[in-house]
């Protein structure tokens, strides 16, 4: 049986944390940072944020019209969670943009 | 002669049991039978290709080596060096999305990913992952990620409403994507070749030549099913990607 590198008298945790930053798992080096997922064609932008648009509203519709349910409101929390849905899309899109 | 054809676009999409009487008994629906085939295939590829262990690779160990290169490439540059936890889940999940695209595009064959409640179910796995995440990188800072960094605090009551709406936004607009692309690019194959045979039932001869028009447009959009096959696979990597990188860094 061979010697793994370092000699016998290396404990096995030293050689296992230099393992792992040898494979960057407790490296500190900092994230690249977010890559582009939405370089595209017009096309498929276009597509992306109307989804993105319509999921948060529909998200906000679905919890209002549920809290007026359970509540008995209607439509108060309908119309609060339509507009705070709407505002979310936006947040998304710009989320998506934003530098 | 028999009924007239018509375009039934939608009934491609609907479930049966499969595998017979055994399968019927369990309900396993063709769905499922794709779901392991995809399973089987990346099993299958990445176990023969990689057999040789050949130091130059042949055809499909490069293949294999490329599939691995390049999740491990899109974890490391997108979440940083914390990617390499969540290595094994995003290569998991790229490749089943991927295989059961790439195989629901064979006639016969069924697309699972044209089920909502296949693609809900991994967003939602996506999400809760992501939560799962956050919480035990940060405890309970991870609320401070519904507050933006810098706002007045009196805008607080609108803003927080929002972030949560738009947090919770992210399994239904990634499941969403996913199965109306799908969806879409089935039925409009299944219009184009209904056309073809309308215009022959109509028209004869004339309308069997003239049905050449839809069906090189149904030769054009298998391309483009293949281009939408791989970039929805991609995308829905790259936002999981996306997601476990604000998990871990918040912010």
């Known amino acids: 049986m061979s010697d793994p590198p370092g000699g016998k008298d290396v404990s096995f945790e030293e050689r296992l944390r230099a393992a792992r930053s040898r494979q960057g798992?407790?490296?500190?080096?900092?994230?690249?940072g977010r890559s582009d997922p939405f370089a595209g064609s017009p096309w498929a932008i276009g597509l992306r944020v109307g989804v993105e648009l319509v999921a948060a509203l529909m998200v906000g519709v679905a919890i209002g019209w549920l809290l007026d349910r359970w509540l008995g409101t209607r439509p108060v929390f309908l119309g609060i969670f339509v507009l705070l849905g709407g505002a979310a899309g936006i947040r998304n899109v710009w989320r998506l943009f934003a530098p | 002669m028999a009924a007239p054809p018509t375009i039934d676009a939608l009934s491609q999409f609907r479930l049966a049991t499969s595998l017979g009487p055994i399968g019927a008994s369990v309900n396993f629906t063709n769905s499922n039978l794709i779901m392991v085939a995809t399973a089987a295939a990346i099993l299958a590829l990445l176990h023969f290709g990689m057999r040789p262990r050949a130091m130059i690779p042949g055809r499909l160990q490069a293949l294999a080596e490329l599939c691995y290169s390049f999740i491990a490439d899109m974890c490391l540059d997108t979440i940083g060096p914390e990617g390499r936890r969540y290595f094994p889940f995003v290569f998991t999940l790229f490749f089943f999305i991927l295989f059961g695209n790439l195989l629901g595009l064979f006639p016969y064959f069924f697309a699972f990913t044209s089920h909502i409640a296949v693609t809900a179910a991994l967003a939602l796995l996506v999400f809760v992952l992501s939560i799962f995440v956050a919480v035990t990188h940060h405890g309970m800072r991870f609320f401070t990620y519904f507050f933006p960094q810098g706002a007045p605090v009196a805008l607080a009551p609108v803003l927080v409403p929002i972030e949560i709406l738009s947090f919770l936004s992210r399994p239904v607009s990634l499941s969403i994507r996913l199965f109306a692309n799908i969806v879409a690019g089935h039925v409009m194959w299944e219009v184009f070749a209904g056309f073809m045979l309308i215009l022959t039932a109509a028209l004869g001869i004339a309308g069997g030549a003239a049905s050449i028009l839809p069906?090189?447009?149904?030769?054009?959009?298998?391309?483009?099913e293949l281009l939408v096959a791989f970039?929805?696979?991609?995308?829905?990597a790259i936002l999981t990607c996306l997601y476990l990188h604000d998990a871990v860094h918040l912010h």
């Open chain 1, 25 to 32: 798992l407790e490296g500190t080096q900092p994230a690249k």
């Open chain 2, 231 to 236: 970039l929805q696979a991609y995308v829905f």
């Open chain 2, 215 to 224: 069906l090189a447009i149904n030769v054009a959009l298998v391309g483009f």
